[in-house]
């Protein structure tokens, strides 16, 4: 009789109970009110994601997000060195290296959102860790001062363009810029990087300051994360985004709840969303993030599925050939560690 | 009861009183020593423990901890570290002379010519030390970028064949030496006007020109202050991290500071290694802070006689313009160029000029920096947690820099040099070091410590003692030891003599100890970086990660709001302080 009288009351409201289905179960709504916080770890950057947490307060205003941002190597520390403390304080880690993250595994509890079959195993390292936002690399460049713009990846290669035009994020700074290189060299050429290096680009710590100096006219062309460089671009930023035929290499983060989380159910109740349709498609249309649900509910603006091929690269490989690589790619580009 | 036996129990009475006062002093010296070993000594044998092994101590536990020299050694052969320390000689030494001439310079023209607006370039000799350093290297990479800086727009525009590059070692010394000069400023001002002009007299009736004078005898004369303000400038520079972090990136130029960053930000981080380059940059630090000592009590230079003088002025003619003009200059460089640069990047949409023309097209402009910083919560939470932080420090460090400051100067105890010493010691300790050391000795105890606003302040306290305790010791030196007797006369214990004389007359040292620490704390970044998490994160950090997060115009929005409350709480500090609190406002990274 309750039950009826609340699905009465739902549909009076508006509220398809199908919808707030998608979320997670009443009682774990409730005990995520009653908790009303969660600490949320994030290696993605804090303006981005101060965005995801408003979205998720427009549908859950109860529950509060802590936001603690550092920068990939600085968020695993901390996470370590306080969990081996007992204090890690996070509710949700969330992390784009997966790598990194795989050898934390044992720190996290079981989870899987509702919507958990939707998801393609690929993106996934362990079942525990879930792939929250699925990143794609673009390539942009500044359109006062770009008269002839490449098309390719292979054109970034142009002695056209030498001499400090184009800017990169160097290779150690983390799991996508990881997967960048990994593309670079499998599917563009175990040349490419020294062909590349020979237009002297600049190189920077990370995708963030990259697009910033992009805007300014620091540097003309740059290969970028598509939502570092999206959000400029919707604010009328003098600034053009293509995805290059050759591939468009994605990361998909790892993201989960630690077993000792103090607020457990508003951390699944958070994830629930972010991986849910809902959040998915908030990042996809207002992020420019792309998705790892097998049905992608919408595209970024300019990615078009059947031009470009997705480039996701094989997990073994991405944890085997992280430390030699690097250490070529640096060679190559005269970084010095 | 006859005299003798009132003397015999009056004696006695007083050995039991002396022997409680005594044992009363050992305790309060055991526990001054307790707090400082706590506060300064721990944090660092925990730092060079973690150089000392290749195990985390906290992660792994003391069980598999390994004495090894290996990070010192794999440091030591790292030509990136070689690099690094060589930058940073090459920045700081060429920042310090810098920062001589020109504090130097501004010092003699304000005590020693006929300069008009003295007391003005006095002020803005001192101004620099109140900018904290990533605001200001942030202004200079809008200047001062070789392809999109605004000087090089501005050149441009005039058809000046004329160009500027700050992202690279010269820009860096430039900046250094503008924002620190003030240190060789406030050493020798005060050396110049305490100095008796006799010997300038003689040598002016011997023939010398005045110029001759100026580098034969006066510059000599006062060279101890030349020295301390050169190696205190230079000790401060060592520490810094905001100035090269944001000119030195583009151009992957490293000092020790931003290179023991960098070692914490990869993945994997190298913490132990980055605690044997803070060892190194510590023991460097250190070699300088006994050099200074050394300069200062190893010869005499005695000019102060007990008879009265003037200093002289010396009348400039229509040269006093000129060196008038130098303070605009420098007025210029240092606060309006910066303000001015901050400003355009902060109500301007996007940085891209194309020209000069563009830079005056209004339409650019809009509040959409400042409406996005104000949306995060995390602004005004972090503006929140800074003065919080800021007023524990303060009222905690101020009452323990109290105790310490009386025991130095006013008691006999024994055991006073070594708290002297532990108070002193964190000035050779950069804020970034204090950082990873505090977070290595407090995260591993039990207890609530790690998280809180609390390992912030005591990170503070223990990183800005000197700087406390010098300030206060001044008034404490100020008090005549009389007044503290006739208190004892009219039968006030020593508390009670603390309370009813010190404590009312040091007031204004206090107050000025207390603000002083208090503008400190909220300025600084160096060793915030390690210690904060979601809840206690301050207004520099998040000011770090808006830099991070590559938004040029959210970083300009959050520079000006945070310097506009920093001048606001600085005015409200020297007017609650009568300006004592002016004197080392600089020393944080």
């Known amino acids: 009789m309750m039950k009826k ?40 950057f804090a303006e981005v994601e101060q965005q995801v947490i408003n979205a998720f307060n427009k549908r859950f205003p109860n529950i509060k997000v802590e936001m603690v941002r550092a920068p990939g190597g600085q968020l695993i520390t901390r996470v370590k060195t306080e969990a081996a403390a007992g204090k890690l304080a996070a509710d949700v880690v969330d992390h784009s290296d997966r790598a990194l993250m795989a050898e934390l595994v044992d720190l996290f509890q079981d989870y ?49 363009y030498n001499n400090k ?20 060299r499998q599917v563009l050429g175990e040349d490419y990087w020294k062909k590349q290096a020979a237009t002297n680009p600049v190189l920077f710590p990370s995708g963030a300051p990259t697009s910033d100096s992009l805007v300014r006219g620091e540097i003309s062309i740059a290969p970028l994360l598509y939502n570092a460089i999206y959000p400029k671009q919707k604010d ?58 097998k049905v992608a509910p919408v595209y970024p603006e300019g990615f078009d599925p059947k031009v470009v091929k997705v480039w996701l690269p094989k997990f073994d490989e991405y944890v085997k050939y992280h430390a030699a690589w690097v250490e070529e790619w640096n060679k190559t580009y005269g970084y010095r560690q | ?63 598999v901890f390994r004495l090894s020299i290996a990070n010192f050694i794999a440091v030591l052969t790292n030509p990136n570290v070689g690099d690094a320390l060589v930058n940073t000689l090459i920045a700081c030494g060429g920042g310090t002379a810098l920062a001589v001439i020109i504090g130097l310079t501004f010092s003699w023209i304000v005590v020693r010519t006929n300069t008009p607006g003295k007391r003005f370039i006095a002020a803005v000799s001192m101004l620099p030390l109140f900018a904290p350093p990533l605001v200001a290297g942030i202004a200079w990479v809008i200047l001062g970028s070789p392809k999109t800086g605004l000087l090089n727009t501005m050149f441009k525009w005039m058809n000046l064949d004329l160009r500027v590059d700050f992202y690279s070692l010269s820009g860096l010394i430039f900046v250094f030496g503008v924002y620190y000069a003030p240190y060789v400023y406030m050493f020798t001002a005060s050396a110049l006007r305490n100095m008796d002009p006799s010997l300038e007299e003689a040598a002016e009736v011997s023939g010398a020109s005045a110029f001759a004078t100026l580098f034969s005898v006066t510059f000599p004369l006062i060279m101890p202050a030349i020295v301390s303000g050169m190696l205190l400038s230079f000790i401060v520079m060592l520490g810094i991290y905001g100035i090269p972090a944001v000119l030195g990136a583009p151009t992957n130029i490293n000092v020790l500071t931003t290179y023991i960053f960098r070692l914490t930000n990869w993945s994997p981080p190298l913490y132990n290694t980055a605690a044997a380059v803070a060892i190194i940059l510590m ?35 229509r040269w006093r313009w000129f060196t008038f003009s130098l303070a605009i200059v420098y007025l210029l460089v240092v606060v309006v160029l910066p303000l001015l640069a901050l400003i355009v990047a902060a109500f301007r949409k996007f940085m891209f000029i194309r020209d000069a023309a563009s830079l005056f097209d209004m339409r650019q402009y809009s509040l959409m920096h400042f409406n996005a910083i104000f949306d995060n919560p995390l602004t005004l939470r972090s503006i929140y947690n800074a003065v919080e932080v800021g007023i524990t420090t303060a009222i905690v460090g101020g009452a323990l820099a109290f105790a310490i400051g009386y025991t130095i100067h006013r008691t006999q105890v024994t055991g006073r040099g070594a708290i002297d010493l532990l108070a002193t010691l964190p000035v050779a300790i950069p804020g970034l070091v204090i950082g990873v050391a505090y977070l290595w000795a407090w995260i591993g105890l039990p207890g609530g410590l790690y998280g809180t606003i609390w390992i912030l302040a005591l990170a503070f306290i223990a990183r800005f003692m000197p700087d406390t305790v010098k300030v206060l010791s001044t008034s404490f030196l100020q008090i005549h030891r009389e007044l503290e007797e ?25 107050i000025a100890a207390m603000t002083l620490l208090f503008v400190l704390a909220i300025r600084e970044l160096g060793s915030s970086l390690f210690l904060y998490t979601s809840n206690t994160m301050v207004m520099s950090v998040l000011l770090l990660d808006y830099y991070e997060g590559g938004n040029l115009g959210k970083t300009a929005a959050f520079s000006l709001v945070q310097t506009l409350l920093l001048g606001v709480l600085i005015g409200l500090a020297n007017w609650l302080s009568r300006g004592a609190a002016q004197t080392s406002v600089g020393r944080t990274g």
């Not at chain 1, 179960?25 to 009303?36: C, H, T, V």
């Not at chain 2, 460097?284 to 002289?312: D, E, H, I, N």
């Open chain 1, 165 to 184: 035009q184009i800017g990169q994020v160097f290779a150690a700074s983390g799991g996508t810029t990881w997967t960048r290189i990994m593309f670079e």
């Open chain 2, 283 to 317: 023991m460097v630090t250190g070699l300088l802070v006994w050099l200074q000592q050394k300069v200062l009590t190893g010869r005499s230079y005695t000019t102060v006689a007990g008879k009265a003088f003037r200093p002289r002025s010396l009348d400039l003619g």
């Open chain 2, 1 to 63: 009861m006859d005299a003798s036996a009132s003397w015999r129990t009056e004696t006695i009475g007083e050995r039991a009183g002396g022997i409680r006062r005594h044992a009363a002093a050992t305790a309060w010296v055991v526990a001054l020593l307790a707090i400082l070993g706590f506060l300064v000594v721990y944090p660092v044998l925990m730092l060079l423990l973690g150089a000392l092994t290749d195990t985390n101590p906290v992660i792994d536990g003391f069980g």
């Open chain 1, 112 to 160: 899987a959102p509702p919507n958990a079959g939707d998801y393609i195993p690929e993106a996934q390292i362990s079942p525990k860790l879930w792939p929250r936002a699925t990143l794609v690399w673009s390539i942009a460049y500044n359109t006062e001062l770009v008269k002839n713009p490449p098309k390719t990846w292979m054109d970034l290669t142009k002695p056209e």
């Open chain 2, 486 to 510: 006739a208190a004892w006369i009219c039968g006030k214990g020593m508390l009670g003599s603390i309370r009813t004389v010190i404590l009312p007359l040091a007031r204004p040292g206090v």
């Open chain 1, 236 to 293: 009328g930023a003098p600034i053009k985004i293509f995805f290059a035929p050759e591939g468009a290499p994605v990361n998909p983060y790892a993201t989960g709840i630690p077993k000792t989380a103090k607020n457990p159910n508003a951390a699944k109740l958070f994830l629930n969303w972010c991986l849910s349709l809902e959040g998915q498609t908030f990042m996809i249309k207002e992020l420019g993030n792309l998705t790892s649900l």
């Open chain 1, 5 to 44: 009288m609340m699905v009465a009351a739902a549909l009076a409201l508006g509220v398809s109970p199908a919808l707030a289905q998608d979320f997670g179960s009443k009682e774990l709504i409730d005990a995520a009110n009653k908790e009303g916080r969660l600490v949320y770890y994030t290696a993605n």
